[in-house]
């Protein structure tokens, strides 16, 4: 696989990887990345900018990687408007990301097929090196989404036995 499909694979697709640290102690790799975006609209009044304000380092927890947990260093850009009358800053958006969160939509995903997979907290909790928290709340952040895809649609195909309504 040439570098750039790997690198896709492991990351989201706006990114790019500057380098890779593993930290043993915690069983962690730490994934360096920077996005390789050149313009960006913005979300105030729509206008298409190239010009970049500054940065911003977020760290997002992603679905773990070989039995290790797999943390994303996002190098984020901060556009600045350059329409007449707007000029604000903003910091532009990856796939994958929610916008404020802290966690990968795919680690969501694979939390909730692990939670249908293992009968306990623990299995899941060894399986994907987070705490039980963030477990709950993904979980059932999830089961909402399902759920209200399910109500949306008229004709479900599949019905759970454990389902009452
Ligand atoms: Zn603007």
Redesign the pocket.
């Known amino acids: 696989m040439p570098d750039q499909d790997l690198t896709r694979f492991i990351l989201l697709p706006k990114l790019q990887l500057a380098r890779m640290e593993r930290v043993a102690e915690t069983r962690t790799f730490i994934f360096h990345c920077f996005t390789n975006t050149k313009t960006a609209f913005?979300p105030?009044?729509g206008?298409e900018t190239n010009f970049v304000h500054d940065h911003r380092v977020v760290k997002i927890l992603d679905a773990p990687h070989a039995e290790h947990r797999k943390l994303l260093k996002i190098k984020k850009k901060r556009f600045r408007?350059t329409?007449l009358g707007?000029k604000?800053v903003f910091t532009e958006s990856i796939g994958g990301i929610h916008k404020h969160g802290k966690t990968t939509e795919r680690l969501k995903k694979e939390v909730l097929y692990l939670c249908d997979r293992y009968a306990n907290m623990k299995g899941v909790r060894n399986h994907l090196k987070i705490g039980n928290k963030t477990i709950y709340k993904k979980h059932y952040e999830q089961l909402e989404i399902k759920w209200r895809e399910r109500k949306n649609d008229p004709w479900p195909k599949t019905i759970g036995i454990d389902e009452h309504s």
Do not use: D, I
């Open positions: 913005c105030h009044c206008l408007c329409g707007c604000k």
